[in-house]
Nanobody, 124 residues
Framework: VQLQASGGGSVRAGGSLRLSCAAS????????VAWFRQPPGEERKFVAA???????TYEDSVKGRFTISRDNAKNMGYLQMNSLRPEDTAVYYC???????????????????WGQGTLVTVSS
């Protein structure tokens, strides 16, 4: 089982990026797919999650700017990031879990499978 995150890059503030998370060796139709990020010098933090039934959860600072989605047929997860800010600069990680409960969606410990991270840099 492997997750491959991609789509990171450097953009100016106000720009957009779309991150992708490809799952191989696993059908994640029943999984929760999540994105976390680790800003420079900080701990990794929750960004967004989408459950198998389409229920989405977002961290407050990205609400209205980021959209998480999934394509079960392709085993892909996505994070569309609009109106990017310098404080969004971080390494972004995707993760999946088959057993995370609603109250633990933002908990890193709830996710057993992680991608390698993709760097997003937003300049002012």
């Amino acid at each position: 089982v492997q997750l491959q995150a991609s789509g990171g890059g450097s953009v100016r503030a106000g720009g957009s990026l779309r991150l992708s998370c490809a799952a191989s060796g696993r059908n994640f139709r029943r999984d929760t797919v999540a994105w976390f990020r680790q800003p420079p010098g900080e701990e990794r933090k929750f960004v967004a999650a989408v459950r198998y039934n389409g229920h989405n959860t977002y961290e407050d600072s990205v609400k209205g700017r980021f959209t998480i989605s999934r394509d079960n047929a392709k085993n892909m997860g996505y994070l569309q990031m609009n109106s990017l800010r310098p404080e969004d600069t971080a390494v972004y990680y995707c993760a999946v879990s088959s057993s995370v409960i609603l109250s633990n969606l933002a908990s890193q410990a709830a996710y057993a499978i992680w991608g390698q991270g993709t760097l997003v840099t937003v300049s002012s």
